[in-house]
């Protein structure tokens, strides 16, 4: 702090927040940084207004120690403000008069909870926990002129009210809500210790990877369709392998989707994949060029777009052609995929990898059953796989039915 100035370092990925608005949010997994970012805040506001009064809460506090009353108080130390701030057991009192309190939104209803109206800034942490009716009390409670509530979070489901009221399609338009996603990879300061528990989960538990640590929502492990079914490894393909080659077109907002295999031992290896949105007719080919050795091998497409297909064969010399499709394509390449022994994905294949984390089946949203039918996303590359294998796949419709010769019970 120099004179009047208080210099904080902020992630670059945190910017847009520095700005005044009505809704801040910060969702996305561990070691993004998202609550010492806000504790940060929180302390700079309090020493550039004098007098600013603030609210930390959770859904249900049922002591400080699960509050972020610490981190503040390390915060204050950090930055060499402890001559500013009086430290208590159950609130810090700032500077020009000033009070950040603690609160669980359960202790409060329509009436107790207008203690909280002349409060500058209410943070709800954790807010993934924060019920509809804490959220419908809370929000016209925080009624001073140019006051903020704050939300961060690590999603569990859509339907969470912070979710739906942050990350609808609506908010995305709406000027008084400002929503940042960050996660590992945003926090310039991400400590290697942390590094290396991500990529133990990433490789021993990469089911639930994505909600840990990419701010994925929590996935109905039932539903998952490659569940327990691959590693994220790195590796080195032989000299003599034979690669396959699979490509799915991208449409609207669908990305391009490229990939390269191999099969050794059982075990499919999944290596280089490239991709993206948007993708100019012209562009392909130096998007094709950065999977190695493309030029070499047969590639199997997504037979939707023959012209594209004639394109690349014609014009730039691919040896690409079109995947078959049948009435149970899809069903029956996901039953070859898990006939492997292991899916290996290399890290450099993030996409793919994110995929497989997250592809399922269907879920009934009234009992949670679920479905014997395929979620229509989180499958390009997955798509691009299957193509890439078409030659292996099965049409088992095709096959003969002999269930007529069984013996008879």
Same mark, same amino acid.
């Given at each position: 702090?120099?004179?009047?100035?208080?210099?904080?370092?902020?992630?670059?990925?945190?910017?847009?927040?520095?700005?005044?608005?009505?809704?801040?949010?910060?969702?996305?997994?561990?070691?993004?940084?998202?609550?010492?970012?806000?504790?940060?805040?929180?302390?700079?506001?309090?020493?550039?207004?004098?007098?600013?009064?603030?609210?930390?809460?959770?859904?249900?506090?049922?002591?400080?120690?699960?509050?972020?009353?610490?981190?503040?108080?390390?915060?204050?130390?950090?930055?060499?403000?402890?001559?500013?701030?009086?430290?208590?057991?159950?609130?810090?009192?700032?500077?020009?008069?000033?009070?950040?309190?603690?609160?669980?939104?359960?202790?409060?209803?329509?009436?107790?909870?207008?203690?909280?109206?002349?409060?500058?800034?209410?943070?709800?942490?954790?807010?993934?926990?924060?019920?509809?009716?804490?959220?419908?009390?809370?929000?016209?409670?925080?009624?001073?002129?140019?006051?903020?509530?704050?939300?961060?979070?690590?999603?569990?489901?859509?339907? /969470?009210?912070?979710? +739906?009221?942050? !990350?609808? @399609?609506?908010?995305? =338009?709406?000027?008084?809500?400002? $929503? #940042?996603?960050?996660?590992?990879?945003?926090?310039?300061?991400?400590?290697?210790?942390?590094?290396?528990?991500?990529?133990?989960?990433?490789?021993?538990?990469?089911?639930?990877?994505?909600?840990?640590?990419?701010?994925?929502?929590?996935?109905?492990?039932?539903?998952?369709?490659?569940?327990?079914?691959?590693?994220?490894?790195?590796?080195?393909?032989?000299?003599?392998?034979?690669?396959?080659?699979?490509?799915?077109?991208?449409?609207?907002?669908?990305?391009?989707?490229?990939?390269?295999?191999?099969?050794?031992?059982?075990?499919?290896?999944?290596?280089?994949?490239?991709?993206?949105?948007?993708?100019?007719?012209?562009?392909?080919?130096?998007?094709? /060029?950065?999977?190695? +050795?493309?030029? !070499?091998? @047969?590639?199997?497409? =997504?037979?939707?777009?023959?012209? $594209? #297909?004639?394109?690349?064969?014609?014009?730039?010399?691919?040896?690409?052609?079109?995947?078959?499709?049948?009435?149970?394509?899809?069903?029956?390449?996901?039953?070859?995929?898990?006939?492997?022994?292991?899916?290996?994905?290399?890290?450099?294949?993030?996409?793919?990898?994110?995929?497989?984390?997250?592809?399922?089946?269907?879920?009934?949203?009234?009992?949670?059953?679920?479905?014997?039918?395929?979620?229509?996303?989180?499958?390009?590359?997955?798509?691009?796989?299957?193509?890439?294998?078409?030659?292996?796949?099965?049409?088992?419709?095709?096959?003969?039915?002999?269930?007529?010769?069984?013996?008879?019970?």
């Amino acid at each position: 702090m120099t004179g009047n100035r208080l210099t904080i370092m902020t992630p670059r990925a945190f910017a847009p927040l520095l700005q005044p608005v009505r809704y801040k949010g910060l969702w996305g997994g561990r070691g993004s940084g998202k609550s010492h970012f806000f504790a940060g805040l929180l302390i700079e506001q309090a020493t550039l207004r004098p007098g600013l009064r603030a609210v930390c809460i959770r859904e249900i506090q049922k002591s400080l120690t699960v509050s972020v009353h610490q981190l503040l108080r390390d915060t204050i130390t950090r930055l060499n403000l402890s001559s500013l701030f009086t430290v208590l057991d159950k609130e810090i009192r700032t500077p020009g008069g000033g009070v950040i309190l603690f609160q669980g939104m359960q202790s409060y209803n329509a009436e107790t909870i207008k203690s909280l109206e002349g409060m500058d800034i209410a943070w709800v942490e954790e807010a993934q926990s924060l019920s509809a009716t804490s959220l419908k009390l809370l929000r016209p409670t925080i009624r001073k002129p140019h006051s903020e509530i704050w939300f961060s979070w690590n999603p569990n489901h859509p339907s /969470d009210p912070v979710d +739906a009221f942050m !990350r609808a @399609p609506a908010a995305e =338009d709406d000027p008084s809500i400002m $929503t #940042i996603c960050a996660n590992w990879s945003d926090n310039p300061w991400f400590p290697d210790v942390l590094n290396q528990e991500r990529k133990r989960d990433q490789t021993l538990r990469p089911q639930d990877y994505e909600h840990i640590w990419e701010g994925g929502y929590q996935q109905h492990h039932e539903a998952l369709i490659f569940r327990n079914r691959i590693t994220v490894e790195d590796f080195s393909a032989p000299e003599d392998c034979r690669f396959y080659f699979g490509v799915d077109w991208g449409f609207s907002r669908d990305p391009t989707a490229l990939i390269r295999c191999f099969i050794q031992d059982d075990i499919l290896h999944i290596d280089h994949e490239a991709g993206g949105t948007h993708i100019p007719l012209d562009q392909l080919p130096d998007l094709f /060029d950065r999977i190695p +050795a493309i030029r !070499r091998w @047969p590639i199997r497409a =997504d037979s939707a777009r023959p012209e $594209t #297909i004639n394109y690349l064969k014609t014009h730039h010399h691919f040896r690409i052609s079109a995947a078959r499709k049948w009435p149970g394509s899809v069903e029956d390449g996901i039953e070859r995929l898990r006939s492997f022994r292991t899916i290996r994905i290399h890290p450099r294949c993030t996409e793919t990898a994110r995929e497989f984390r997250l592809y399922r089946y269907r879920s009934d949203p009234l009992t949670g059953d679920v479905l014997p039918q395929i979620e229509d996303a989180n499958n390009h590359y997955i798509d691009a796989l299957r193509y890439a294998l078409d030659g292996l796949i099965t049409n088992r419709s095709s096959l003969p039915d002999f269930s007529r010769f069984a013996p008879s019970a």
